[in-house]
């Protein structure tokens, strides 16, 4: 069964730096053509692609995050994290992490986590 | 960067035939994903690689791509298909998603 669960601050400063874990179980970020990634959804918007990592460590980003993201995997641990930096107002968003098979949809879904950028 | 264009809001009469779009330049040569979102849960799979059903999702729930244009379709609509629908795709190795279709069940 797999399933992955987001966890992390519900609450950050402007200009901080928020770090979000994706700890998920029934599959394994070792195994050859894995990926998980990153989707966030602002209050009452569309779904926007953040990140992805696959099982080989390659890294993607969002183009117009890419100098604010930094996407990394602990396979020992199953967590994939995500930090972006530079928070913003208009990052607060329900930040969700999925799973992706090369060459397929997101499959997998954590339930997704709040977070509010406010001082 | 490549864009993804969905109409707003589609309405359907209960029993009857939904057609979402999703544009795109020349889409019909990527692969289109859609996903359901129901009012505070995660998104949901129901069509992948452009009309796959994943195991689960009802025969009613069906897709086509071609040209600039991919469809889903939602055949004999009830009202627990109403939902936010996305439509997403891989542009060089960049995710991306569809503006988003509220469906409405009358």
């Known amino acids: 069964q797999v399933t992955l669960r987001e966890s992390g601050p519900a609450l950050v400063k402007p200009t901080q730096t928020l770090t979000l874990t994706c700890t998920f179980s029934g599959f394994s970020l070792s195994t050859s053509r894995m990926c998980v990634s990153w989707i966030r959804q602002p209050p009452g918007k569309a779904l926007e692609w953040l990140a992805l990592i696959d099982w080989d460590d390659d890294k993607y980003y969002n183009t117009s995050l890419k100098t604010r993201l930094t996407i990394s995997k602990d396979t020992s641990k199953n967590q994939v994290v995500l930090t972006m930096t530079n928070m913003d107002p208009v990052d607060t968003a329900t930040y969700y992490c999925?799973?992706?098979?090369?060459?397929?949809?997101?499959?997998?879904w954590g339930q997704g986590t709040l977070v509010t950028v406010s001082s | 960067s490549y864009e993804l264009t969905q109409p707003l809001s589609v309405s359907v009469a209960l029993g009857q035939t939904a057609r979402i779009t999703c544009g795109g330049n020349n889409i019909g040569s990527k692969n289109v994903h859609w996903y359901q979102q129901k009012p505070g849960q995660a998104p949901v799979l129901v069509i992948y690689r452009d009309s796959n059903r994943p195991s689960g999702i009802p025969e009613r729930f069906s897709g086509s791509n071609s040209g600039n244009t991919a469809t889903l379709t939602i055949s004999r609509a009830q009202a627990g298909d109403e939902a936010d629908y996305y439509c997403q795709v891989w542009d060089i190795s960049t995710g991306v998603f569809g503006t988003g279709t509220k469906v409405t069940v009358l």
């Open positions: 999925a799973r992706r098979e090369v060459a397929g949809p997101f499959d997998y």
